[in-house]
């Protein structure tokens, strides 16, 4: 194929999307993903099958490595359907890794200084409400910046990503860190009424449950109320939406509440349930993840539950190849970037069919007088 064949081809939208195609491309997407990674495998040394297998039997190969699989996932699908309904209106939050420290810096606060002098009974309540109210209240900035002044998005919710990870560390390394800890970065252990209860005897924690509730809700919102049809209008055709006398400005700033306050339920959950004190591993990239579990997910809230669990078997997984096949963790990451490339890439044939455009005639030959020869 030569450079001219190239700049022949064109995308050209199909008026039907193919129920066969819509099923047979991703699968053959992650066919080639399990390829391409594969080969990586290969050059790092190592049997593809054998990890592959090693990676299976870690993530999902007993009760425990399934309660670890979903202790991974619960910030993925908080922090998916959060990003989520912010695509769904083409608002481009990219930060949820900011909104979930700061969930994460408001219920260890409320835990640690609030919680011990009142009732046990909304120990509990509270700490979960003041992870969401935080991550809302920290996401609301660049919502009003948008709604007001135009202010791109992207740049805000990215930059204030920063801004809340540094403050929680100046936290945890610094005002409040526990004096007994032996001089590692954290906070005191949190009264006992302001954890998160456990399920089943396992790590996995109420959070669970939370995310389902949470993807009930935003499936009942998109499908059957009126703000749920503004949201996907806005979404399909911002300029119909303006109109028909939907105000973005006001959809922004609704729809970023959310989803900014769900991305802080992630933060609440990871102190309150899991390391019950706030510590430096909190932000460990959950926020970026979100990005791609929405986008695999292809913006459907449930979807988003199943692809959360599945890109958590693939980190716990990867743990599992660093530890038994002396291979590095972030291979599950790089398998994991081959996974978003192919299979988004493999969206587009979905919606789009390739074309090769038929070269322009050459002109036919003139005399002198103008007339064809």
Known sequence: ??????????????????????????????????????????????????TYRAMLVGAFGS??????????????????????????????????????????????????????????????????????????????????????????????????????????????????????????????????????????????????????????????????TKWGYEIRVIGENPVAARYAGISTARNIILVMLLSAGLAGLVGMAEVAGVSHRLQKGVTVGYGYTAIIVAWLAKLNPWAVLVVAFLLAGLLVGGDQIQITMGLPASMALVLQGIILFLVLGGEILTQYRIRLARPAPAPRPTDAEGAPS
């Open 1 to 50: 194929m030569t450079l001219r064949d190239v700049s022949r081809i064109r995308l050209e939208r199909r008026l039907e999307r193919s129920r066969a195609a819509a099923f047979a491309i991703p699968l053959l997407s992650l066919i080639l993903a399990s390829v391409f990674g594969g080969i990586l495998l290969t050059l790092a040394g190592a049997n593809p099958f054998e």
């Open 63 to 224: 009760r425990y490595a399934i309660s670890e699989t979903f202790v991974k996932a619960i910030p993925l699908m908080l922090a998916g359907l959060g990003v989520s309904i912010a695509f769904r209106m083409l608002f481009w939050n990219i930060g949820a890794e900011g909104q979930l420290a700061m969930g994460a810096f408001a219920a260890a606060g409320t835990a640690l200084f609030i919680v011990p002098h009142i009732p046990p009974g909304l120990a509990l309540p509270l700490v979960i409400v003041a992870g969401f109210v935080a991550g809302a209240a920290w996401g609301i900035i660049p919502a009003l910046l948008k709604a007001w002044v135009g202010v791109n998005e992207i740049i805000t919710t990215l930059m204030m990503n920063y801004i809340a990870i540094l403050w929680i560390e100046y936290l945890f390394y610094g005002p409040w860190k526990d004096p007994q800890g032996y001089g590692f970065p954290g906070t005191a252990e949190f009264p006992a009424v302001a954890w998160l209860p456990r399920l089943a005897n396992t790590r996995v924690h109420l959070g669970l449950l939370i995310a389902i509730v949470a993807a009930a809700f935003i499936w009942l919102v998109l499908s059957r």
